[in-house]
């Protein structure tokens, strides 16, 4: 790979050239937003980190996530955290049965003037939840929005996995690498591989998910009775989770209870659901 700098902390895609990081590298390094030779590099979010799409004549499509931490915090964020250690969190996700973005490359980049960590994955097509919520979905696919939802929770559950930040902009509705619609989980970087959740903890994280997505499902589906929505999600949950749905249930009222204290109309939302016994 001819580069003018160093990689260290890296890992790649077998299947990846390295002729093509090599030039994706040259051209994070010259300008945000460049088109040469067939290939194009845009320049899509400046916030926490610069995230960059890239496409060529030979049909790549990549996500491209720059870090470049300032502050004490972000700098042992990236030292604990490096790219290296996202490419590796992604593959445990998608063994997991998580869909998420294939990791294509990650790696440390030390030149003469800074030094960045660059984690780049496949794009997936798709809109987000954040997206999906201003627009109105049939009621077959926003119960297979629940489900999915179920299922990629249940996953994450499951395989020890905890999301701190469980937005509607972090889920991308559309189809994934396997060719299937489904829900795709992003930020990897917020995605913490623990091995085992204690209770209160799973408790709390399912209580925030259910805030921020169950209960604006139904308005994104209309006059689709809430209930069927949550039941749809809590039996994907329970099964991809490997429990029995009355284990699953019982977890549930738990999480609406604590939701009430929080959104005292959420118990009349919730307060018929889930019948345990009912498995359809």
């Given at each position: 790979m001819?580069?003018?700098?160093?990689?260290?902390?890296?890992?790649f895609?077998?299947?990846?050239?390295?002729?093509?990081?090599?030039?994706?590298?040259g051209?994070?390094?010259?300008?945000?937003?460049?088109?040469?030779?067939?290939?194009?590099?845009?320049?899509?979010?400046?916030?926490?980190?610069?995230?960059?799409?890239?496409r060529?004549?030979?049909?790549?499509?990549?996500?491209?996530?720059?870090?470049s931490?300032?502050?004490?915090?972000?700098?042992?964020?990236?030292?604990?955290?490096?790219?290296?250690?996202?490419?590796?969190?992604?593959?445990?996700?998608?063994?997991?049965?998580?869909?998420?973005?294939?990791?294509?490359?990650?790696?440390?980049?030390?030149?003469n003037?800074?030094?960045v960590?660059?984690?780049?994955?496949?794009?997936?097509?798709?809109?987000?939840?954040?997206?999906?919520?201003?627009?109105?979905?049939c009621?077959?696919?926003?119960?297979?929005?629940?489900a999915?939802?179920?299922r990629?929770?249940g996953?994450?559950?499951?395989?020890?996995?905890?999301?701190?930040d469980?937005?509607?902009?972090?889920?991308?509705?559309?189809?994934?690498?396997?060719g299937?619609?489904?829900?795709t989980?992003?930020?990897?970087?917020?995605?913490?591989?623990?091995?085992?959740?204690?209770?209160?903890?799973r408790?709390h994280?399912?209580?925030?998910?259910?805030?921020?997505?169950?209960?604006?499902?139904?308005?994104?589906?209309?006059?689709?009775?809430p209930?069927?929505?949550?039941?749809?999600?809590?039996?994907?949950?329970?099964?991809?989770?490997?429990?029995?749905?009355?284990?699953?249930?019982?977890e549930?009222?738990?999480v609406?209870?604590?939701?009430?204290?929080?959104?005292?109309?959420?118990?009349?939302?919730?307060?018929?659901f889930?019948?345990?016994?009912?498995?359809?």
């Amino acid at each position: 790979m001819n580069i003018d700098g160093t990689i260290d902390r890296a890992k790649f895609c077998t299947e990846i050239n390295t002729d093509i990081i090599s030039c994706i590298i040259g051209a994070l390094l010259s300008s945000s937003n460049i088109e040469h030779n067939g290939w194009t590099l845009e320049l899509i979010k400046s916030s926490k980190s610069y995230v960059y799409r890239w496409r060529d004549h030979s049909g790549h499509d990549f996500i491209i996530k720059l870090y470049s931490p300032t502050g004490l915090k972000e700098r042992i964020k990236s030292f604990l955290r490096p790219p290296k250690y996202l490419f590796a969190t992604a593959e445990k996700l998608i063994a997991a049965g998580v869909s998420t973005p294939k990791p294509i490359a990650a790696f440390r980049l030390t030149t003469n003037e800074r030094a960045v960590g660059i984690y780049i994955m496949e794009r997936e097509e798709g809109i987000t939840v954040k997206d999906l919520a201003k627009t109105s979905v049939c009621l077959n696919t926003g119960l297979h929005i629940a489900a999915e939802m179920g299922r990629a929770w249940g996953n994450l559950v499951r395989s020890g996995f905890l999301h701190m930040d469980p937005i509607r902009g972090n889920f991308l509705y559309g189809v994934n690498h396997r060719g299937h619609h489904s829900l795709t989980v992003l930020d990897i970087d917020n995605i913490y591989f623990i091995g085992w959740l204690p209770k209160p903890v799973r408790l709390h994280r399912l209580k925030k998910m259910s805030r921020i997505h169950l209960l604006g499902l139904p308005k994104l589906i209309g006059t689709t009775p809430p209930r069927l929505i949550f039941k749809r999600f809590l039996h994907a949950y329970a099964k991809a989770y490997g429990v029995p749905v009355k284990i699953a249930s019982r977890e549930w009222i738990e999480v609406i209870s604590m939701l009430a204290k929080q959104k005292p109309d959420v118990y009349t939302i919730l307060s018929n659901f889930p019948i345990a016994n009912d498995n359809k």
